[in-house]
């Protein structure tokens, strides 16, 4: 498994800004896939993004799509997620996820990811 640690988040306004960072702990993620997923208060958890172990390729949720950008720094040691225009609904804590050693090329489902962080708060004020 791989110890996953988030940072980033906080309170911002309607329409604001906000990047979210996820470092690994003593390893790269070469051979990873990673994913962001959130969870406001009562609800599931819910997929956001992934990108590939390549980091060529992405996946968003339709609901941040054009909104959220999810990229890696070229030593594969921190995910990002980029987001932007946020809404009130986008209030959740965020994940960052792992998905490997290899398998699927853009995993989205909770069940596909074995390592998780602890999760950091977004809150989106109107």
């Known amino acids: 498994q791989v110890q996953l640690v988030e940072s980033g988040g906080g309170l911002v306004q309607a329409g604001g800004s906000l990047r979210l960072s996820c470092a690994a702990s003593g390893r790269t993620f070469n051979n990873y896939n990673m994913g962001w997923f959130r969870q406001a208060p009562g609800k599931e958890r819910e997929f956001v993004a992934t990108i590939s172990r390549s980091g060529y390729s992405t996946y968003y949720a339709d609901s941040v799509k054009g909104r959220f950008t999810i990229s890696t720094d070229n030593a594969k040691t921190t995910v990002y997620l980029q987001m932007t225009s946020l809404k009130p609904e986008d209030t959740a804590a965020y994940y960052c996820?792992?998905?490997?050693?290899?398998?699927?090329?853009?995993?989205?489902?909770?069940?596909?990811?074995?390592?998780w962080g602890q999760g950091t708060q977004v809150t989106v004020s109107s």
């Open positions: 996820a792992a998905h490997g050693p290899g398998g699927l090329r853009l995993p989205i489902a909770l069940s596909d990811f074995g390592s």
